[in-house]
């Protein structure tokens, strides 16, 4: 049995490091891809994971299969495509942290993961499913992701999506919003920023927006705020947590970190979203914060994800003073 299973890409993110000697910029190759980060995060927390997607039969893809093992997230789910590339992801970092991303995925390996070629039994043995939007915008990775999502829900698990809009990967921003928005009557969870709101619901403000997305059958919200927090939202209560102050280095991550941790406290709680307290649902938020300040510290997603020790010792640490 598994904690938390997810399907989606898995890829290289370059990101900024420096420049040569002849004054050219440097790229380092890091480990990502954001349901592999929420599986690292949670990983690193002590929970069951295992990833489903596609990589190339590359050096890249070699070396992403061998990260995660070392995570201890399960792969035999993860695939070798020879006809596809491994996905590269090139970030751009400005002097806050804040990124920008330029893809090569035409076709990505990630893209071609087929329905016939999912792990049923890993589906059927999981708490919680997660899926990004990145796996639904092209064929044949769509079908399998909706073929997941229903394998995932007829065997009990909870269904967790982060839409993460990537503007370039998509047609427009209309094909993106339907296709994004045709999920959410599957979704128990959602992970939401606050720019992405009005994609997803027509709404600005946060509250609305997320009232919107409660009435079509998700059981609970949580809108990401970056340095201001999150907001946390059932048909119940709600819970605003604002984010430590920390330096930040490089924010890649940083919304799969907070992810991580939601779910881990979520399935600590061990009763269903839905019917969380607003105490509960605070303590899932504050932990989530916890764990993205802790990963904005260091460079790249996956090597930035911290582990127990060192999200408790710095809970311990902040509410102590």
């Known amino acids: 049995m598994f904690d938390v299973v997810a399907l989606g890409e898995l890829l290289i993110d370059f990101t900024p490091a420096g420049t040569s000697a002849a004054g050219m910029r440097l790229f380092e190759q890091n480990p990502g891809g954001a349901p592999a980060n929420v599986l690292t ?11 489903i997607g596609k990589v190339g039969a590359d050096m890249h893809g070699d070396f992403l299969r061998q990260v995660l093992a070392e995570k201890n997230i399960d792969t035999s789910g993860l695939l070798r495509d020879g006809a596809a590339f491994t996905t590269l992801a090139f970030v751009g970092l400005n002097d806050s942290g804040e990124r920008s991303f330029s893809f090569a995925r035409r076709p990505g390996a990630d893209t071609c993961l087929r329905p016939d070629e999912l792990p049923r039994g ?19 990775a769509r079908s399998a992701t909706l073929e997941a999502i229903k394998t995932a829900r007829a065997a009990g698990a909870l269904v967790s999506y982060d839409p993460n809009y990537r503007p370039p990967l998509w047609e427009n921003e209309a094909a993106a919003a339907r296709m994004m928005r045709s999920v959410i009557g599957s979704v128990d969870l959602i992970k939401i920023s606050g720019e992405e709101l009005p994609l997803l619901t027509g709404e600005d403000d946060r509250e609305k927006g997320a009232r919107i997305l409660l009435d079509q059958g998700v059981s609970c919200v949580v809108v990401t705020l970056g340095k201001r927090g999150a907001d946390a939202l059932t048909r119940k209560c709600a819970a605003y947590v604002p984010a430590p102050e920390v330096p930040v280095l490089d924010t890649t991550g940083a919304g799969d970190a907070f992810w991580g941790g939601f779910l881990y406290k979520l399935l600590q709680a061990g009763r269903p979203p839905a019917d969380l307290t607003r105490r509960q649902l605070a303590a899932c938020n504050t932990f989530a914060n916890a764990v993205a300040s802790l990963c904005v510290r260091k460079r790249g997603a996956i090597p930035a994800m911290p582990t127990l020790a060192e999200v408790t010792a710095f809970m311990e640490k902040r509410f102590s003073c």
């Open 122 to 140: 890993i589906l059927s043995r999981c708490g919680i499913f997660h899926f990004g939007s990145l796996s639904l915008t092209d064929e044949p």
């Open 41 to 51: 995060a949670l990983s690193n927390l002590g929970m069951r994971t295992a990833f």
